[in-house]
């Protein structure tokens, strides 16, 4: 069974604060200074004349975790003294970034570490760049997770992110002859200082097996069982004023459950079975799930996550209550997509097996304490598991299923497969997760709009008031303050210090938007941005970026509908424009390009390889590589973002309307003075609302004329035909003029947009192609450019994850903060 073990008693480790006694003094240069040379000779074993960049980064990483300590303590005391309610956010996915300067920068010591290397000859920028990027996520699901622990410690609510700790994350990307190769993220392999390893917190999680009758009672006899290890990271506010827990799970065997009669008998694959499932399970994040083992596998995973959680979340509400029956007065649980859906069956079945409450009580339970947050309407990314294999993996799970289906079948009356939570021989993770949960929320107002209208009709119906919006915000601390010091600078010397955790003091910016000194200043911040994202390109890439182009980007996990195919294909035509006219005054462009394809995804490797041949023919062209360069860094993350966002100048928000259920780069990019061109999709509306929509540059067919396109016949080569330009295009692209050693390389993209194009590229092409001329001519005005931008910073005080964290503690899990 998943039980806990016995011996272990869940925050055994976090009962109490720090007595007083033992808090550290004030942080003074002095005292950082004798607490670094402490770690370096006591942690790392060096001393200052011996030590490498790496024993400097571990010492003064040691140094600043020393400081989190205490407010983590004191967070954790105070939330027991005062019986507080806590929040529990399960994700697959917590992307994370760089701790070090983070950390340095909500404890308030960025700048007297700063002082205390510059005596050692030593820039903590740089020992700072050394920390590698925590491989647990992919894109803006992981780092939305991010950012939502991040305000939680701020605003002072109480809580924990829970994960997996992935030995190898997703992927590391490079480039081969254009073509993308993955590689294991080794994020891991030199020790990671901020960890504080529990091994007196740990959960038996079982697999398989098979379900027996005893004693009236139904009774799960797992085939394989490993333990989950936790490993945590504390998560400070800004000031320092509260911090919470990320917990992260690691799949271990366990001595205990190693068969070794089984072993000594011969039968070593059997033996070594739970050894190597752990093994498996907290290796990659997101295995390809094409094949069965795959999708058995990234089930697993889930499970894992969400069977470790819940345990520990049960085992540290009965270390305070006795009484299992109040547990929606001091445990919310957050569902941070479909991964983690199947907590709430896991739920009922501890509730019901080992604490011996009747079906009907358990499931009420569990709705009370659950929430689900619904990121996507595309069918692929709503998980759907075959009856076969959810029996193979989790038995005990389908039969809850199974009575939850039934239960709402009874109370409601029959309903259509699609809406079933099994239906078809699948088991509908999304239909579940609304099943189990007291609210579901969207992340703009578009996409809960179109969660009511087109995903989850029915339930909505039926459940009136369950759905609710809570658009995505982001952390002006990490994508302001960090990662764009100049700016932050500036903004503090115009109207001063606290915007960093009230946003909308920013709308104090408005007010010298036309101010032709304060235009001057906020350009040089961007100037500035500019050359360190170039010297980085430079010096990691061998890449050269022009400083006085247009820096347009473009960096998001590949796909489809977020279509980088249109993008490219819109440069082609560029390029082909300025080979016949080169001195039609054209504006400079860097076309910047950032992000991943899943590795079983096909066409957007393919995508990818296109960027990368039209990128080598073009810059090589002594022609236009003056006036146009495209380039595309592999492997992009939070770090690279954190140096690419403060340099852009245009944001590419370009996916197909009704497609995208938020972004939160798009906020990134705005809050940093980058305008955007975007369609009406996902929070680009709410966007262009508060920024004004003479500050956006707003293209493409709406949701409503999304829908209507695609039931026409023939419309991709309806829309070809007419446009002269996208046509010459696609002609050279098919003719082989960027893969002259292989000219029908891009024949399948070229063959999709005459024949497919379920996308709408082609529909939308000659709207984003009058857009970006008026990129051209806004930017051509320096004042005019100037005063959008800044006007976008000023206006963009509602898209602050703290705003969002508030909404949801009103909301959704019913808890004041602690500050």
């Not at 049960?314 to 109040?326: F, K, N, Q, T």
């Not at 070229?750 to 000659?766: C, E, G, K, P, R």
Request: glycine content about 8%; some cysteine; overall charge negative.
């Amino acid at each position: 069974m998943s039980e806990s073990l016995d011996e272990v008693r869940s925050d055994r480790h976090e009962s109490t604060a720090l007595p007083e006694s033992t808090a550290l003094p004030a942080p003074t240069a002095a005292s950082l200074r004798d607490a670094l040379l402490h770690h370096l000779r006591f942690t790392v074993g060096t001393t200052p004349e011996r030590a490498s960049a790496f024993d400097w980064r571990m010492a003064v990483s040691h140094t600043i975790r020393d400081r989190a300590v205490d407010p983590w303590f004191e967070s954790v005391r105070r939330t027991e003294a005062e019986d507080r309610k806590r929040v529990h956010y399960l994700s697959m996915e917590f992307l994370i970034g760089r701790i070090l300067e983070d950390a340095a920068i909500n404890l308030g010591l960025r700048d007297t570490i700063d002082e205390v290397l510059d005596g050692f000859g030593l820039s903590f920028t740089e020992i700072a760049e050394g920390e590698p990027d925590a491989a647990l996520g992919n894109g803006g699901l992981g780092r939305l997770a991010a950012c939502y622990l991040e305000s939680m410690a701020t605003v002072g609510c109480p809580g924990y992110g829970y994960g997996l700790r992935y030995e190898h994350g997703l992927f590391e990307q490079s480039f081969e002859n254009g073509r993308q190769v993955e590689t294991p993220e080794n994020w891991l392999a030199t020790g990671n200082p901020w960890d504080f390893t529990r091994p007196e917190t740990a959960y038996r999680v079982g697999f398989g097996g098979e379900v027996i009758e005893e004693g009236g009672r139904r009774i799960w006899v797992p085939r394989s069982r490993v333990l989950a290890a936790a490993h945590d990271t504390p998560v400070v506010g800004y000031g320092a004023r509260w911090a919470n827990t990320l917990r992260l799970w690691a799949a271990m065997p366990g001595a205990e459950l190693f068969d070794l009669d089984r072993f000594n008998a011969g039968d070593f694959a059997a033996a070594s079975e739970a050894e190597a499932l752990a093994r498996s399970l907290t290796r990659v994040l997101y295995p390809n799930d094409t094949t069965d083992g795959g999708k058995q596998l990234r089930l697993s995973q889930e499970y894992f996550l969400s069977s470790a959680s819940v345990q520990d979340i049960l085992a540290r509400h009965l270390g305070a209550h006795d009484d299992l029956r109040r547990l929606p007065e001091s445990v919310a649980i957050q569902m941070n997509d479909t991964h983690p859906a199947i907590a709430g069956p896991e739920l009922i079945r501890l509730l019901v097996d080992e604490h011996g409450f009747g079906f009907d009580a358990a499931a009420g339970i569990a709705t009370q304490v659950l929430g689900y947050t619904n990121h996507t309407l595309l069918p692929e990314a709503l998980e759907r598991w075959t009856v076969g294999l959810m029996r193979h993996v989790l038995p005990r799970h389908l039969e809850i299923i199974e009575g939850l289906d039934t239960q709402f079948v009874e109370l409601q009356g029959e309903r259509p497969d699609p809406v079933r939570l099994i239906g078809g021989d699948q088991v509908n993770m999304g239909d579940l997760a609304f099943a189990v949960s007291h609210k579901v929320n969207g992340v703009s107002a578009l996409h809960t709009d179109l969660v009511r209208k087109d995903l989850f009709p029915v339930h909505d119906e039926l459940h009136p008031g369950r759905i609710v919006n809570i658009t995505n915000g982001i952390t002006p601390r990490r994508w302001l303050k960090l990662a764009n010091p100049a700016l932050s600078e500036l903004i503090t010397d115009t109207i001063g210090s606290g915007w960093e955790t009230d946003l909308d003091r920013l709308r104090g910016l408005e007010q010298h938007a036309d101010d032709p000194g304060f235009q001057e200043a906020f350009g040089r911040t961007k100037r500035l941005a500019k050359v360190r994202f170039a010297d980085w390109l430079a010096a990691e890439h061998d890449i050269e970026a022009p400083l006085d182009a247009l820096f347009d980007a473009q960096v998001k996990r590949l796909h489809e509908y977020k279509r980088q195919l249109l993008n490219i294909l819109w440069t082609i035509a560029r390029y082909q424009r300025i080979k016949r006219d080169p001195g039609a005054g054209w504006v400079p462009r860097v076309k910047i390009f950032g992000g991943k394809a899943a590795p079983s995804y096909d066409t957007a490797k393919e995508i990818i390889r296109l960027i990368n041949d039209v990128a080598r023919i073009v810059n090589d062209d002594p022609e236009t590589r003056d006036l146009l360069r495209v380039i595309y860094p592999p492997n992009y993350g939070v770090s690279m973002a954190q140096k690419l966002i403060p340099a852009s100048d245009l944001s590419e928000q370009i996916s197909t309307a009704g497609m995208e259920a938020s972004g939160t780069g798009n906020m990134k990019f705005a809050l940093n003075g980058a305008l955007t061109i975007g369609t009406l999709d996902g929070a680009n509306v709410e966007i262009r609302e508060h920024v004004g929509a003479g500050n956006f540059f707003l293209f493409g067919l709406t949701t409503d004329e999304v829908a209507a396109r695609r039931s026409e016949a023939d419309h991709a080569r309806t829309a070809i035909m007419a446009s002269r330009p996208l046509q010459d295009v696609l002609q050279s692209v098919a003719e082989g003029a960027f893969s002259p050693d292989e000219p029908h390389r891009h024949g399948r993209l070229v063959d999709l947009m005459w024949n497919s194009d379920w996308f709408l590229v082609a529909s939308d092409f000659d709207a984003y192609d009058s857009a970006q001329d008026e990129v051209d001519r806004a930017y051509r005005d320096s004042h005019h450019w100037q005063r959008m931008a800044i006007l976008n910073i000023a206006r963009m005080g509602h898209f602050s994850s703290d705003r969002s964290i508030r909404e949801y503690m009103s909301r959704i899990w019913d808890i004041p903060a602690a500050l």
